[in-house]
T-cell receptor
Framework: EADIYQTPRYLVIGTGKKITLECSQT?????MYWYQQDPGMELHLIHY???????EKGDLSSESTVSRIRTEHFPLTLESARPSHTSQYLC??????????FGPGTRLTVL | GDSVTQMEGPVTLSEEAFLTINCTYT??????LFWYVQYPGEGLQLLLK?????DKGSNKGFEATYRKETTSFHLEKGSVQVSDSAVYFC???????????FGSGTRLSIRP
């Protein structure tokens, strides 16, 4: 069973607030990913990391930022939340050449 | 670039019906192929996978065969249950193993 955790599961916040979505995995995977999932279900890769101190932007432009200071931790930060950031955010990890394991997701609502 | 095209939904079936969700791909080299399932309010879970041509992945009564000649990886189940209601994603990992590319997802609803 995959051990990848996301907190909070649900977050409702006002416009302009700074938020950090947490993602941790205990599998020792080098690769980690953040996806944004719109109501139409499609997944959009917004950030990924291939190891400590390595971060890259994904296919979909995002105002969020990420950091990878420890192998197991890959937080995503929004400096100033806006209603357009309302979405489901999914974190995933994978070994070098294996399938991705997903966390349960964080559903973010910005009022 | 590499891409995955899957059947648009929603797909609605009665319990015990036969299920097929079509998936085709475009890729250079020899990708690995996956089906993921997402139940309501959860993240994605790997359902099955196949890593080379003619491999058949299977799990929980679902099957998919890697067909290189038709570049397809269709998902099938002989008798669906209400509990199979979910969103299904077809995906590929290219031979360089850099990223996984997902299809747009197919929502499946099963009526009792």
């Amino acid at each position: 069973e995959a051990d990848i955790y996301q907190t909070p599961r649900y977050l409702v916040i006002g416009t302009g607030k700074k938020i950090t979505l947490e993602c941790s995995q205990t599998m020792g995977h080098d690769k980690m990913y953040w996806y944004q999932q719109d109501p139409g279900m499609e997944l959009h890769l917004i950030h990924y990391s291939y190891g400590v101190n390595s971060t890259e932007k994904g296919d979909l432009s995002s105002e969020s930022t990420v950091s990878r200071i420890r192998t197991e931790h890959f937080p995503l930060t929004l400096e100033s939340a806006r209603p357009s950031h309302t979405s489901q955010y999914l974190c995933a990890s994978s070994p070098v050449s294996g399938e991705q394991f997903f966390g349960p997701g964080t559903r973010l609502t910005v009022l | 670039g590499d891409s995955v095209t899957q059947m648009e939904g929603p797909v609605t079936l009665s319990e015990e019906a036969f299920l097929t969700i079509n998936c085709t791909y475009t890729a250079t080299g020899y990708p690995s192929l996956f089906w993921y399932v997402q139940y309501p309010g959860e993240g994605l879970q790997l359902l099955l996978k196949a890593t080379k041509a003619d491999d058949k992945g299977s799990n929980k009564g679902f099957e998919a065969t890697y067909r290189k000649e038709t570049t397809s990886f269709h998902l099938e189940k002989g008798s669906v249950q209400v509990s199979d209601s979910a969103v299904y994603f077809c995906a590929l990992r290219d031979s360089s193993a850099s990223k996984i590319i997902f299809g747009s997802g197919t929502r499946l609803s099963i009526r009792p």
